[in-house]
């Protein structure tokens, strides 16, 4: 059973869309959830810290539900520099456990 | 610039031989990963380390070392032992905290030839 799931798309969006991601994750006692964004080639980056109580972050919204363990990013008014993949990260204990990341493509 | 530094960029083996892969962070961390990450694949644990001088093996260790002398350096040695080295190698390091983010170096990836 794998720590994190998530859906690998890949997502192809029109410029402009919105678009979800959604990542579970196995284990209740996770303390702390990320998002981070992963160009080709590059080093994954953090986007945004996940809070129970939903963040924003212009045109990002992040929120987490612990009773049904998982975790969703909003992307709106998509933008052809949001192509990338989107790693769902979790931390439990000091221990980080990725998704394998959903990739999306936005399309002109 | 606080950062994490990883060297070099791309490197090329042959097999047979065994390779060191250079992690330094200036970022005052404790902990610091390596991973390892192959195409549609996530990122796999290789080693860990909370402290100098102790490390951890993470979910794949068989065929990697490592060292933790100093407080910012973290090297892994890609052994003869590793069946399937070529890959994207990343290095990450984080304080020892339950809400901290990783910080991850640009990279080495290696290539078997």
């Known amino acids: 059973r794998k720590e994190v799931e998530q859906d690998p798309g890949p997502f192809n969006v029109p410029e402009g869309a919105t678009v979800a991601f959604n990542c579970t994750y196995s284990?209740?006692?996770?303390?702390?959830f990320f998002w981070y964004r992963q160009d080709c080639r590059k080093e994954p980056k953090l986007l945004m810290s996940?809070?129970?109580s939903g963040n924003e972050d212009g045109r990002f919204t992040a929120q987490l539900n612990r009773a049904s363990q998982y975790i969703s990013l909003l992307i709106r008014d998509s933008k052809l520099s949001d192509s990338a993949t989107y790693l769902c990260v979790v931390n439990e204990g000091n221990q980080f456990y990725f998704g394998t990341g959903t990739s999306l493509t936005v399309i002109p | 610039d606080g950062g994490i530094t990883q060297s070099p960029k791309y490197l090329f083996r042959k097999e047979g031989q065994n390779v060191t892969l250079s992690c330094e962070q200036n970022?005052?961390?404790?902990?610091m990963y390596w991973y390892r990450q192959d195409p549609g694949q996530g990122l796999r644990l290789i080693y860990y380390s909370q402290i100098v001088n102790d490390f951890q093996k993470g979910d794949i260790a068989e065929g990697y070392s490592v060292s933790r002398e100093k407080k910012e350096s973290f090297p892994l040695t890609v052994t003869s032992a590793q069946k399937n080295p070529t890959a994207f190698y990343l290095c990450?390091?984080?304080?020892?905290?339950?809400?901290?983010?990783?910080?991850f170096g640009q990279g080495t990836r290696l290539t078997v030839v």
């Open positions: 990450a390091s984080s304080m020892w905290s339950i809400n901290t983010e990783a910080f």
């Open positions: 284990n209740s006692a996770s303390q702390s």
């Open positions: 996940v809070y129970s």
């Open positions: 970022l005052n961390h404790d902990a």
